[in-house]
């Protein structure tokens, strides 16, 4: 699992275009790559939201957002369009991603366990190193505390 002061993994991922791309695309810049469970769906549309109306001051900042989940291309699109995110999305079918940042994790809802997404953000510095990690997001003020934090990076 990677930690405070690794270098980010550059695992492959599917942007919304389609293209195969890695982490190494956003270096120069810092990152928030936050990790979400499923387009459309109540918690995850409001961090998509909370994290747009906030682009502009992470722009300031010199800071990109992406967002991924394990939905398709053409779904992200829809979801984009839908809300007017202001940030790209990506998807990561094989897990590639999700697994290099441990965030491909077993749950368990009603005595059944399963493998999901655990809702997650990593903030990399412009040199492609982790400088900060939430785990097990709350929604709420999320976005706003990764926004301070990199303002301050």
């Given amino acids: ?16 275009d389609g293209a195969q791309t890695t982490l190494a695309a956003w270096r120069g810049r810092k990152l928030v ?5 499923k387009d459309d769906t109540p918690g995850c549309t409001k961090e998509a939201q909370a994290f747009s109306e906030l682009a502009a001051a992470f722009d300031a900042a010199g800071t990109a ?3 991924v989940s394990k939905d398709s291309a053409k779904k992200h699109q829809s979801f984009t369009a839908k ?3 202001s940030f790209p999305l990506a998807t990561d079918t094989d897990n590639a991603l999700l697994e290099a940042f441990g965030a ?3 749950k368990s809802m009603y005595g059944k366990t399963y493998m999901g997404i655990d809702r997650s953000t990593f903030l990399i510095d412009a040199e492609g190193r982790i400088a900060r990690i ?7 003020g999320h976005a706003a505390e990764v926004l301070a934090a990199a303002q301050a990076l």
Avoid: H, S, T
């Avoid at 790559?33 to 469970?37: A, E, G, Q, S, V």
């Avoid at 939430?134 to 709420?140: A, D, G, I, Q």
């Fill in 104 to 106: 491909w994790v077993e």
């Fill in 33 to 37: 790559l936050y990790f979400y469970p």
């Fill in 65 to 67: 957002i992406l967002g």
């Fill in 134 to 140: 939430w785990r097990k997001v709350k929604v709420p």
């Fill in 1 to 16: 699992m990677v930690q405070v002061g690794d270098m980010a993994p550059e695992a492959a991922f599917e942007a919304m």
């Fill in 83 to 85: 809300y007017g995110l």
